[in-house]
């Protein structure tokens, strides 16, 4: 399904009334997962500006040990410092890759902003070499601008 077709579906989710928010981001992690076949684990980390750290959220996917990051480790704790999209082609490649799985060739990391304030990121792995591009990052970028809009209000 293409990006296009995905976008709706999306918004749809995130405008539900029905559902709580970890059940609109559980539901957008499974609509990703199932529908683009190189997102093979799809979530959502939360910082704590407190603590420096971010904390795991919904997520589909491989159980993960890492259920809270510090700020600066790894590809998500350098996007809560940097508040900018980190796309890793060959994760091998990383020197501050925190290894998930020996079945992860590639990441994905789009800042969540509210506000103007990054509270978090969505964050994919891929079984695949190199497969994302500035399609995947706009439409990861969509997909934040609307699950931003269920924190506020």
């Not at 199932?34 to 997520?59: M, S």
């Amino acid at each position: 399904m293409k990006f296009q077709e995905l976008k709706p579906k999306v918004s749809a989710i995130t405008a539900d009334q029905n559902l709580t928010r970890d059940e609109k981001l559980l539901a957008v992690c499974q609509l990703l997962n199932e529908n683009i076949d190189y997102y093979n684990w799809v979530g959502f980390y939360f910082a704590n500006h407190d603590t420096q750290t971010l904390h795991l959220g919904p997520y589909v996917g491989a159980e993960t040990d890492h259920t809270i990051i510090p700020f600066g480790k790894g590809i998500c704790g350098q996007v809560a410092v940097s508040n900018t999209n980190f796309v890793v082609p060959d994760v091998k490649a990383q020197d501050n890759y925190i290894a998930c799985s020996f079945t992860v060739k590639s990441e994905i990391v789009v800042p969540l902003f509210v506000n103007g304030q990054n509270i978090g990121q969505i964050d994919i792995d891929s079984h695949v070499l190199d497969p994302f591009t500035t399609e995947d990052e706009k439409f990861l970028e969509f997909v934040n601008e609307e699950v931003a809009k269920t924190f506020i209000n």
